[in-house]
């Protein structure tokens, strides 16, 4: 147990504090004399730096002096991981930014249905054109709806397990183009539970989301299918207080079910005209 | 004292043997970053990197493979259900991993000891026959590296670092105050750390034609 702490800061090193160093390093203090002093490390760089050397001169001695790590501890370790996170530690951690049955309880700002009739109208012109054109209209006019800070559309790549921004509008476009792994991202957690969710500062979660631009304050995402296939999400952020609502959500459903009946019917003309011209 | 405290907390110490070439692998913090999501490629890529320093620190305590591969499985899966028990603030990781995996170690033979005879024997035998009886374990490589060092300080070296016990313990044993031990197991320290500096400056000397 060591006899010192140190409370405050050091200035440079001196024995005291090389001495401290040591027997921390050699496993000398309680668990309790460790917190501390590793409470202190933070603050403090020349105990930092004993530290690192002293672990270093214990490690080199360590390495010098064992046999190899026996081949089959990988597998053992890997078997390990996997079986822990099928038991649950992503739900865990999934479920601190879940916040979907908020939306039942939010009061619900105006909308205008006719706008909302008006966009349809619109997108609708756009299904003798290109799927990429009309995916562009659809995230405007979720944006602009949805009073929202972002807008997107992200489209499931199977083989590559991605979903890519294919469409974006708003504070994160110039994003557009970018990925999320289909295994660990909202879009992917969405399609996963099958129904619309909200999710309240995504990278507490989703770490990468913390290098964006703009922070998500909140992500309202809803999936698209094409019949019974899944296609992507739509989805809206927040970058500032907005929180979203229930009518949002009806909106965004509107949206995503005409994208889901559009691609499909685009689809198919193009696959019928690819067959036509064979 | 000539380390650089600003540095990357995944960067490594300048060690230069053959079988710790994985420890001085850069890992940007974008692994790191992967292992706290969960990601088990970045996983097995610190798997990769620190298996070996693990499983060495705590067999040179245990001398036994079986509990030195337990103790690297446990450090290891702490780490992955806790991630955050690491933080970069305090230090690099293979620091931290070091010191964690001599407490388990010393943790596991301080059991051992409580269920044997051992114990009994520890506490009957002479400090230095103890010491000596370390002695005899370690490679010859080690053994050249403490072999001039003063036997004031190998004693209370060998004590601390390859039996696991505390200062006060070897100060009790040796009938020496607290602070002579605190400061002869620096001293042994810092005489190996120079001994390892002078052995690498000999052999990058070599390696020069």
Same mark, same amino acid.
């Given at each position: 147990? %060591?006899?010192?702490?140190?409370?405050?800061?050091?200035?440079?090193?001196?024995?005291?504090?090389?001495?401290?160093?040591?027997?921390?390093?050699?496993?000398?203090?309680?668990?309790?004399?460790?917190?501390?002093?590793?409470?202190?490390?933070?603050?403090?760089?020349?105990?930092?730096?004993?530290?690192?050397? #002293?672990?270093?001169?214990?490690?080199?001695?360590?390495?010098?002096?064992?046999?190899?790590?026996?081949?089959?501890?990988?597998?053992?370790?890997?078997?390990?991981?996997?079986?822990?996170?099928?038991?649950?530690?992503? #739900?865990?951690?999934?479920?601190?930014?879940?916040?979907?049955?908020?939306?039942?309880?939010?009061?619900?700002?105006?909308?205008?249905?006719?706008?909302?009739?008006?966009?349809?109208?619109?997108?609708?012109?756009?299904?003798?054109?290109?799927?990429?054109?009309?995916?562009?209209?659809?995230?405007?006019?979720?944006?602009?709806?949805?009073?929202?800070?972002?807008?997107?559309?992200?489209?499931?790549?199977?083989?590559?397990?991605?979903?890519? #921004?294919?469409?974006?509008?708003?504070?994160?476009?110039?994003?557009?183009?970018?990925?999320?792994?289909?295994?660990?991202?909202?879009?992917?957690?969405?399609?996963?539970?099958?129904?619309?969710?909200?999710?309240?500062?995504?990278?507490?979660?989703?770490?990468?989301?913390?290098?964006?631009?703009?922070?998500?304050?909140?992500?309202?995402?809803?999936?698209?299918?094409?019949?019974?296939?899944?296609?992507?999400?739509? #989805?809206? %952020?927040?970058?500032?207080?907005?929180?979203?609502?229930?009518?949002?959500?009806?909106?965004?459903?509107?949206?995503?079910?005409?994208?889901?009946?559009?691609?499909?019917?685009?689809?198919?003309?193009?696959?019928?005209?690819?067959?036509?011209?064979? | 004292?000539?380390?650089?405290?600003?540095?990357?907390?995944?960067?490594?110490?300048?060690?230069? @043997?053959?079988?710790?070439?994985?420890?001085?692998?850069?890992?940007?913090?974008?692994?790191?970053?992967?292992?706290?999501?969960?990601?088990? @490629?970045?996983?097995?890529?610190?798997?990769?990197?620190?298996?070996?320093?693990?499983?060495?620190?705590?067999?040179?305590? $245990?001398?036994?493979?079986?509990?030195?591969?337990?103790?690297?499985?446990?450090?290891? $899966?702490?780490?992955?259900?806790?991630?955050?028990?690491?933080?970069?603030?305090?230090?690099?990781?293979?620091?931290?991993?070091?010191?964690?995996?001599?407490?388990?170690?010393?943790?596991?033979?301080?059991?051992?000891?409580?269920?044997?005879?051992?114990?009994?024997?520890?506490?009957?035998?002479?400090?230095? @026959?103890?010491?000596?009886?370390? !002695?005899?374990?370690?490679?010859?490589?080690?053994?050249?590296?403490?072999?001039?060092?003063?036997? =004031?300080?190998?004693?209370?070296?060998? !004590?601390?670092?390859?039996?696991?016990?505390?200062?006060?313990?070897?100060?009790?044993?040796?009938?020496?105050?607290?602070?002579?031990? =605190?400061?002869?197991?620096? @001293?042994?320290?810092?005489?190996?750390?120079?001994? !390892?500096?002078?052995?690498?400056?000999?052999?990058?000397?070599?390696?020069?034609?």
């Amino acid at each position: 147990m %060591a006899t010192v702490m140190f409370d405050k800061p050091h200035l440079v090193s001196t024995d005291e504090t090389a001495e401290q160093a040591a027997l921390y390093c050699l496993g000398d203090f309680s668990p309790e004399a460790s917190k501390r002093y590793e409470e202190h490390l933070s603050s403090c760089a020349p105990c930092r730096a004993e530290v690192e050397q #002293w672990s270093a001169v214990i490690a080199e001695l360590a390495l010098a002096d064992s046999g190899d790590v026996p081949s089959k501890a990988r597998t053992d370790f890997l078997t390990r991981v996997r079986e822990e996170k099928a038991k649950g530690r992503h #739900w865990a951690r999934l479920s601190s930014v879940i916040i979907t049955p908020q939306l039942s309880s939010r009061p619900v700002r105006e909308k205008n249905r006719g706008q909302v009739s008006a966009a349809l109208d619109q997108l609708a012109i756009r299904l003798s054109g290109i799927e990429q054109e009309l995916l562009d209209a659809v995230v405007r006019a979720a944006l602009e709806l949805c009073d929202a800070g972002t807008a997107g559309f992200s489209v499931l790549y199977d083989e590559e397990q991605v979903f890519r #921004w294919d469409a974006l509008a708003g504070a994160l476009a110039g994003a557009k183009g970018g990925t999320t792994p289909r295994t660990w991202s909202p879009c992917g957690t969405t399609l996963d539970l099958g129904t619309p969710q909200l999710f309240s500062n995504p990278s507490r979660c989703f770490e990468y989301f913390a290098d964006a631009p703009q922070q998500i304050f909140e992500g309202l995402v809803v999936p698209v299918y094409v019949g019974r296939k899944p296609l992507g999400t739509l #989805w809206v %952020a927040s970058h500032d207080d907005r929180k979203f609502d229930k009518e949002d959500l009806q909106v965004l459903q509107t949206f995503a079910d005409f994208c889901g009946t559009a691609v499909g019917i685009m689809r198919g003309r193009h696959a019928k005209q690819d067959s036509d011209a064979k | 004292m000539s380390t650089n405290s600003s540095r990357d907390p995944f960067g490594e110490a300048d060690l230069s @043997q053959d079988r710790q070439t994985a420890r001085h692998l850069p890992m940007d913090s974008d692994v790191w970053r992967r292992f706290k999501l969960g990601d088990e @490629q970045a996983a097995a890529d610190l798997y990769d990197r620190y298996s070996q320093l693990i499983y060495s620190v705590a067999h040179q305590v $245990l001398r036994d493979p079986g509990t030195s591969e337990d103790v690297l499985q446990e450090v290891f $899966l702490q780490l992955w259900r806790v991630p955050d028990a690491f933080d970069p603030a305090k230090g690099t990781l293979a620091a931290w991993l070091t010191v964690v995996s001599r407490r388990r170690a010393i943790d596991r033979l301080r059991k051992r000891r409580a269920e044997t005879d051992v114990a009994d024997l520890v506490v009957s035998v002479e400090a230095t @026959q103890l010491a000596d009886a370390a !002695l005899n374990q370690i490679s010859h490589k080690v053994g050249a590296l403490l072999a001039d060092m003063p036997q =004031k300080l190998r004693v209370a070296f060998e !004590l601390a670092f390859m039996q696991g016990l505390t200062h006060c313990e070897i100060s009790e044993r040796l009938g020496s105050p607290l602070g002579t031990i =605190k400061s002869r197991i620096r @001293q042994a320290l810092d005489f190996i750390r120079k001994k !390892l500096d002078g052995n690498r400056a000999n052999s990058n000397g070599n390696g020069h034609v």
